[in-house]
T-cell receptor
Framework: DTAVSQTPKYLVTQMGNDKSIKCEQN?????MYWYKQDSKKFLKIMFS???????INETVPNRFSPKSPDKAHLNLHINSLELGDSAVYFC??????????????????FGPGTRLLVL | GQNIDQPTEMTATEGAIVQINCTYQ??????LFWYQQHAGEAPTFLSY????GLEEKGRFSSFLSRSKGYSYLLLKELQMKDSASYLC??????????FGTGTKLQVIP
């Protein structure tokens, strides 16, 4: 009964390939996020969806495209992978979007991460 | 813009008390969160502050001063398992949620 799950956990691929990472949450949360954590451990938000609607789209290359088929799923597709894409990608969810009445709803629950290595 | 500063690394002794500071400059503020991240694992929620003052939760306490853009996480009775990175995050403002670079805490015997 994992709260936030991601697949795959490890992904090793060649430069130029296209790959997808899947995320699912069973917490009934409204908001989901994708983060990239680089080798220096800096956690940077990439995308956020609230009720399947894109809310945050940070400055990431167009090669990254999120997709939310429903509130419980947020997938990340990456085209033409580059060496610099190697990182750990975390999916997260929160009960509510930022700025709603109860700040506790902004608490984020993270998936286990996907370790992507581009060769 | 959004800017959050934390010390990069700290070392403390088992059984002691350690304070991890976080200063922030953001375009808006809803709340300040602390997360713990063990090596190779995902961040997990520790505490949050919305109003000024101290929030206590067992061995962990977190303090906030909104006027100073300052928070700290206080860990008491340190245990070896507390060795981890501690991430400060601020919600609100244009980017909505911003994480600091994290403080890697090493607890030594």
């Amino acid at each position: 009964d994992t709260a936030v799950s991601q697949t795959p956990k490890y992904l090793v691929t060649q430069m130029g390939n296209d790959k997808s990472i899947k995320c699912e949450q069973n917490l009934g949360h409204d908001t989901m996020y994708w983060y990239k954590q680089d080798s220096k451990k800096f956690l940077k938000i990439m995308f956020s969806y609230n009720n399947k609607e894109l809310i945050i789209n940070e400055t990431v290359p167009n090669r990254f495209s999120p997709k939310s088929p429903d509130k419980a799923h947020l997938n990340l597709h990456i085209n033409s992978l580059e060496l610099g894409d190697s990182a750990v990608y975390f999916c997260a969810s929160s009960q509510r979007w930022i700025g709603t009445s109860d700040p506790r709803g902004e608490t984020q629950y993270f998936g286990p991460g996907t370790r992507l290595l581009v060769l | 813009g959004q800017n959050i500063d934390q010390p990069t690394e700290m070392t403390a002794t088992e059984g002691a008390i350690v304070q991890i500071n976080c200063t922030y400059q953001t375009s808006g503020f809803n709340g300040l969160f602390w997360y713990q991240q063990h090596a190779g694992e995902a961040p997990t929620f520790l505490s949050y502050n919305v109003l000024d003052g101290l929030e206590e939760k067992g061995r962990f306490s977190s303090f906030l001063s909104r006027s100073k853009g300052y928070s700290y996480l206080l860990l008491k009775e340190l245990q070896m398992k507390d060795s981890a990175s501690y991430l400060c995050a601020v919600t609100g403002g244009y980017q909505k949620v911003t994480f600091g670079t994290g403080t890697k805490l090493q607890v030594i015997p």
